[in-house]
């Protein structure tokens, strides 16, 4: 079965102390991995796709990697603006007719 | 542009009400698709339709009901609701050039639906 882990459920950081967020999956074959920030109470914002293993993607203070087993959110000297939960989904082939499976986020705290 | 719109942003209704929530999208996406989400859980896909037409009904109850007038709206028609259907309502789109092509969903603002 398709399957898709985010940890830790939460983390808690000071400004400036940069850390990474985890997402491991186990699918038949990936089509593609998402990364999506949300804020309370609105739509998941898209933030990155990544297609291949030793791919990555930056932007602002977040950069993206992905492995063939999972992908990590990197986040450099975060702010509390950057305070949200991270939604990792993954688009799986052949025959899942595109859909994502999404992790359960985490759930990032920034304290100034 | 990525932009999905949704209305309204807040519903409040009766269990004996009927209500629609609406969405509408300009990018030219061909895939649309409804969303539910409860507190601190990801989103659970309800509906999708693909060039108009409904591909995916993921077992949802019938008192939902979607309709997709055109390439551009995509509607949830809604009728005695329960207050377990109380949720944050989702909907996303995304260009759908085939079944095998990687596809980036964008999800609009959402409808936080409470039923009484």
């Known amino acids: 079965e398709d399957q898709v882990t985010q940890s830790p459920e939460a983390l808690r950081l000071q400004e400036g102390e940069s850390s990474s967020l985890n997402c491991s999956y186990t699918?038949?074959?990936?089509?593609?991995l998402f990364w999506y920030r949300q804020d309370p109470g609105k739509g998941p914002e898209f933030l990155f796709t990544l297609y291949s293993a030793g791919e990555e993607k930056e932007k602002e203070r977040l950069k993206a990697t992905l492995t063939k087993k999972e992908s990590f959110l990197h986040i450099t000297a975060p702010k509390p603006e950057d305070s949200a939960t991270y939604l990792c989904a993954v688009q799986a082939s052949p025959g899942s007719q595109g859909n994502l499976i999404f992790g359960k986020g985490t759930k990032l705290s920034v304290k100034p | 542009d990525t932009e999905v719109t949704q209305t309204p942003k807040h519903l409040v209704m009766g269990m004996t009400n009927k209500k629609s929530l609406k969405c509408e999208q300009h990018?030219?996406?061909?895939?649309m698709y409804w969303y539910k989400q409860k507190a601190k859980k990801p989103p659970e896909l309800m509906f999708v339709y693909s060039y108009e037409k409904l591909s995916i009904n993921e077992s949802v109850p019938s008192r939902f009901s979607p309709e997709c007038p055109n390439s551009s709206l995509l509607n949830l028609h809604l009728h005695a609701l329960q207050p377990e259907d109380s949720a944050l309502y989702l909907c996303a789109s995304s260009q759908r050039k085939s079944a095998s092509d990687l596809d980036e969903q964008f999800f609009g603002p959402g409808t936080r639906l409470t039923v009484l």
């Open positions: 699918v038949s074959g990936l089509r593609g």
């Open positions: 990018m030219g996406h061909r895939a």
